[in-house]
């Protein structure tokens, strides 16, 4: 018998295929259940799915994909991806990395949904290629805007806890803690400000910061904000400010710049701390000091007078043993009664009570004289004086006069070996630049930094045995700042040191 292609032997044969026929058609049916369920499975899964061709043309989406976005299946497939995508340089960067057959994991991505919202999702896709062609992509999409937006709240509200902390700090605090623009305009004023100042927060939030500074302090404020603008902190900067009733008080500031993530500089933090009782401890001592400087000085006025009239007349015998003793011991008094002039000058500063006789004089005369007082403090030096000649300043004479000697006679004490000490001028634009210059033990750029504070002093063997007091400097830094202007030092160790600054010229007559 024959059918079909088979021969059938025997009744065997026939039951062996008729087995063989049934699996084969149960087989077929488990594949087609199996696909159906496949089908089912990606069509329905809560997991976003969609393929993309070559193109970038969406050819498949499921149903989660449609509804993550709020599409219907013919507003989404048969576009281009790129339509669903916030951000254009994203959506290329996928397609081209795919194309280049890159596995992404977890790519993040901005899609635009149908309602104008935007979803953060992070992509997990890779290509389907038949015969080496890119056939399709098989994406999937975890949609992470949720977990991203509770993240920012816990961020928020933790920004949120730490600022409530940061105020209560700032509100229980002894100090006036301060906030400002760059321009000086008051962004927030704590508890400490009002009672420190007088003014509520209502009155100075918006007001320029000038109200707190006296007339005669204006200056400070270009000054330290340029300091800021550079990055700079300024530190216990002790000054005075105004209270709102006109009365003055004396602060210690620090004033750090605020700066936003970037680094650019968006403010500034004040802290004001109230010294006036450390600075009443310390004008008791001034007062002291003056006090005593004083009464030393009238004795010393007498001996000095009486050492010249002996000396004179010793001349006129020619007695020179004497001649050389009270030449010394005359020398010895004037450096003492130098001494005391500062020490009188430190106090009267401090306590806010130098007088300034400010008028026009000349300064070659001036600097004259105090070349020739040098004479008398050392023969090692050779002062020279270069072209100061024809200006006129206008200042305080004696005062100017103060700055010049201190300069000089450092210069001197600093140079134990001698050398020629240049006290000179270099005029420039209405303005000239008296500089004294010397060949001495020089500073280091660490100290240079601290010279002009008060009673500093550099410690080094070389110098140990020169006296000082360390007032000197912080004298001339004071009187300049009463002529707006400012002491300036260029030295290096072994070579010498050259002090300077600069005063307009009133008038001269190259001018
Ligand atoms: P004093 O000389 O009384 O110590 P100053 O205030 O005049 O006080 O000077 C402070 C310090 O600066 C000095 O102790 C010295 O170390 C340094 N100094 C000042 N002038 C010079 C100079 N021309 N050369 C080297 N060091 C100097």
């Known amino acids: 018998m024959s059918s079909g292609g088979y021969t059938l032997n025997t009744m065997d044969e026939l039951n062996e295929l008729q087995t063989k026929l049934t699996w084969y058609e149960n087989r077929i049916k488990e594949l087609v259940g199996e696909a159906t369920n496949v089908k089912d499975f990606v069509e329905n899964t809560a997991m976003p799915l969609h393929w993309v061709d070559a193109e970038g043309i969406i050819i498949w989406a499921n149903q989660a994909e449609l509804s993550l976005l709020g599409y219907a299946k013919e507003e989404y497939i048969g576009f281009h991806i790129r339509n669903f995508h916030e951000d254009e340089h994203t959506i290329n960067d996928i397609l081209t990395k795919l194309t280049n057959d890159e596995v992404l994991q977890n790519y993040p991505a901005r899609l635009k949904c149908k309602d104008g919202l935007i979803k953060q999702v992070l992509i997990t896709s890779n290509v389907f290629r038949e015969n080496g062609k890119f056939v399709h992509t098989r994406c999937s999409t975890v949609d992470i805007t949720d977990i991203i937006y509770a993240t920012n709240l816990a961020g928020i509200k933790r920004a949120e806890e730490q600022s409530a902390r940061l105020s209560a700090i700032i509100e229980s605090t002894d100090d006036a803690i301060i906030s400002k623009t760059l321009n000086g305009i008051i962004t927030s004023w704590n508890h400490s400000a009002e009672r420190t100042f007088g003014y509520k927060a209502d009155e100075m939030i918006g007001q320029s ?85 004083h ?210 010229i009133k008038s001269n007559q190259d001018n």
């Open 209 to 293: 910061i000038l109200k707190l500074i006296p007339d005669d302090r204006l200056e400070e404020e270009p000054k330290i904000l340029s300091r800021l603008r550079n990055g700079e902190r300024v530190e216990h900067f002790e000054t005075k400010r105004m209270r709102k009733d006109g009365s003055q008080l004396d602060v210690s500031l620090t004033i750090s710049p605020v700066k936003d993530v970037r680094g650019n500089i968006i403010g500034l933090s004040k802290i004001a701390r109230d010294i006036t009782e450390k600075k009443q401890e310390e004008n008791r001592k001034n007062d002291f000091v003056a006090m005593v400087s």
């Open 295 to 504: 009464e030393l000085k009238t004795p010393l006025t007498s001996i000095t007078a009486y050492l010249q009239m002996v000396l004179r007349k010793l001349s006129k015998e020619n007695n020179s043993f004497e001649i050389g003793a009270l030449t010394r011991a005359e020398l010895q008094t004037r450096k003492m009664a130098a001494m005391i002039h500062d020490f009188l000058s430190l106090a009267k500063i401090e306590d806010g009570k130098i007088q300034m006789n400010k008028e026009d004089f000349e300064l070659h005369p001036l600097i004259e004289e105090i070349a020739g007082d040098a004479q008398f403090l050392s023969t090692l030096h050779t002062v020279k004086l270069l072209d100061c000649e024809d200006i006129v300043l206008h200042g305080d004479r004696n005062k100017i006069g103060q700055v010049l000697t201190n300069l000089l006679s450092n210069a001197i004490k600093y140079s134990p070996n001698g050398g020629t000490i240049v006290m000179g001028c270099q005029k420039a634009n209405g303005s000239v630049k008296i500089y004294v210059s010397d060949q001495g033990v020089g500073i280091s750029p660490a100290h240079q930094k601290r010279l002009f504070e008060r009673f500093y002093r550099v410690n080094n063997e070389q110098i140990k045995a020169i006296s000082g007091f360390g007032i000197g400097l912080y004298l001339i830094t004071e009187i300049l700042r009463y002529h707006q202007s400012e002491i300036h030092v260029e030295s290096e160790e072994g070579k010498g040191s050259t002090f300077y600054f600069n005063m307009p």
